[in-house]
Nanobody, 128 residues
């Protein structure tokens, strides 16, 4: 079983900053992708940013939604199976529940298998 827990959400004024964390734990063999998604009331869940493993030097490649480029930065601590989302210049439209998604390979009784796990989400509210 792989457990994913987000933290760091809260209430912030427009223009402010927040840092979200996502910790993956359990019988993890490897992680190839970690991503942040968000869902605002009445809207579909959307991708915010993703970091994909690969590249010894680069530490992985990243992708961002156009709406957050230049304001949000995704990063990962491989040794701790932890991902971060540094959010700056926050806007009211960034208000949503932010979810962490982790995809990789986990150990099972007789080998390994793919997993794709979600956290419960953390609320981010940006006031105008």
């Amino acid at each position: 079983q792989v457990r994913v827990v987000e933290s760091g959400g809260g209430l912030v004024q427009a223009g402010g900053s927040l840092r979200l964390s996502c910790l993956a734990s359990g019988s993890i063999f490897s992680i190839d992708r970690m991503g942040w998604y968000r869902q605002a009331p009445g809207k579909q869940r959307e991708l915010v940013a993703v970091i994909i493993s690969g590249g010894i030097i680069s530490g992985g490649s990243t992708n961002y939604a156009d709406s957050v480029k230049g304001r949000f930065t995704i990063s990962r601590d491989n040794a701790k199976n932890t991902m971060y989302l540094q959010m700056t210049s926050l806007k009211p439209e960034d208000t949503a529940v932010y979810y962490c998604n982790v995809h990789g390979i986990r150990r099972v009784a007789f080998g390994v298998e793919n997993f794709d796990s979600w956290g419960q989400g953390t609320q981010v509210t940006v006031s105008s």
